[in-house]
């Protein structure tokens, strides 16, 4: 049965269809305050649909023939009249609707009075002149469609990639089919996703075997499977339902290491060591290790190392670069191994919601997750009142809710529960709640989350008012990006990082698979500016804790060390630092 909200956007796409075939504007309206209706409607039209269709009309904004097309709807799963539009309407012109700047309306003119039929033909229309002679065209507009056609293109051409949490748990999924497979010795996933990268362009997995015609069948059985792009005696590559690729390489256990390590890259990183090897008069190929004494283009010599990725880098003088390492790095760490933050090392989650804002777990069963999870502190953080669209807390709520956190503490006796906020960073660099609130909270998490279009200068002002502010702890998602969503804020991370260091406040690496907020490459920078850095998983559900993997992984492909992770204290250094920056900054001077 359809959702209100579903019933809506039928409704408000019959809506758009009229518009663009230029029906009567009477009918249009009271399509779209139909969809208005339905969706701000408490009741299930769904259900009401079936049970009792005359009670539809009653709502306000519903008249009798959207009443009785909302039944179609209900009870044969589609509409008629949308069909119809549907079949009259060239499909490449929706497309159109999601161009900035451009409705219904407007599509109905480019279709009507120059002919445009989707994005190859009204791009034609902008460079002729076409659209000059259309209504309310004028040259500011047309030069607004023109880059936002030129950007529909540009996102076009870029291959496609998946988010890390998407594309990991896919992989894993296949490696333990795979593994179960007989003969298997060896499956192991390699490429951008071993290497931790935010988003892959295709899964590269790895198995060493003592039958490959039975690896490769049980591959080409998987139930992910949509279709089979190669199937050799060595190489198989599929195209997965979600769109996403799968190349598998079958080799013998005994140069599994050297797969590993080649098909792992990244290829700069493959580069590094080959010039290493050729230096050391040897060569390196996805093979393994050989003596080459008479140079790179002579002849191979005797195997040196091939089993295992360690044996590789040891022969070649190397410790073994921890995978996410292979990127940005270069040679950086390859001489000593770095103490890099590792998943076992998180012991505090200092970055979560309950059903007081918007996530889904009470008070309790969050502490609960939390013990389960084995770690000794967990702060609670709530959105603050800006968020309103997040059901974020008044001051008096809030109070409550602190009041609500002091008392749950006592029934979770290892569990340190802090009283925290994730205060909104408003346009300006000010925040949320007023500074004697703000005191009275354990942990202050400052995120922004609106207005994340501002200029760069502006962002980094914005962002520098918040990190100075005595009474923040953690800058929460620094950016706001949603990764293949919404570029977010771009400010001056040198800067940023380089007043979080000074200020002693933590720049979050947000977990989530979504944001990984701060990237790779901000990380870098915090720690070069040795500045403090927060892992937190930002949870709003319970499954949101497993993304822990994917934060970790971000940090250490900025070379993220331990000590820096505040998540890894011990709860009394973690402690101190939440209360000591509290005490011993100025207060905060109001501008
Ligand atoms: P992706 O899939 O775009 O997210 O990135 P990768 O790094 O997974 O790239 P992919 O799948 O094309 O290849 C996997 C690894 O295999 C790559 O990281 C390094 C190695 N590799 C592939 N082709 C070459 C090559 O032409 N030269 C070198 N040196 N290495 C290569
Ligand atoms: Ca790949
Ligand atoms: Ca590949
Ligand atoms: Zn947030």
Known sequence: MPTNAEIAATLTAIADLLDITGANSFKVNAYRKAARAAESEAQDLGALAVADPPALRKIEGIGESIAAKIVELTTTKGIAELERLRSEVPAGLLELLTLQGVGPKTVHLFWNKAGVTDLQSLKHAIDSGALTNVDRMGAKTIENLRTAVAAREAARAQPTRFRLGQAVPIAEAMLLALRTTVGVRQAAFAGSARRGRETVGDLDLLVSCDDHDSVRQAFLSLPFIDRVLANGETRCAALLTGGMQVDLRIVDDAVFGAALLYFTGSKDHNVFLRERAIAAKMRLNEY????????ADGPLGALVAAHTEESIYAALGLHCLPPELRELHGGDFARAAPDLVETSHVRAELHAHTTASDGSLSIHELASLAVSRGVHTLAITDHSKASAQANGLSVERLHRHIDAIRTAQADFPTLCLLAGSEVDILADGRLDYDDETLARLDVVVASPHAALRQEPAVATKRLLRAITHPLVHIIGHPTGRILLGREGLAPDMHELAAAAAESGTALEVNCHWSRLDLRDTHVKMAVAAGALVAIDCDIHTADDADNLRYGV???????????????????????????????????????
Not at 288 to 295: K, R, V, W
Not at 571 to 577: D, E, H, N, R, Y
């Open 553 to 591: 992984a971000t940090a250490r492909r900025g070379g993220l060390l331990r000590q820096s992770c505040v998540n890894t204290w011990e709860q009394k250094s973690l402690l101190g630092w939440l209360k000591n920056k509290k005490s011993t900054r100025a207060p905060h001077a109001p501008r």
């Open 288 to 295: 393994g290790l050989h003596q080459a004494p008479s140079g």
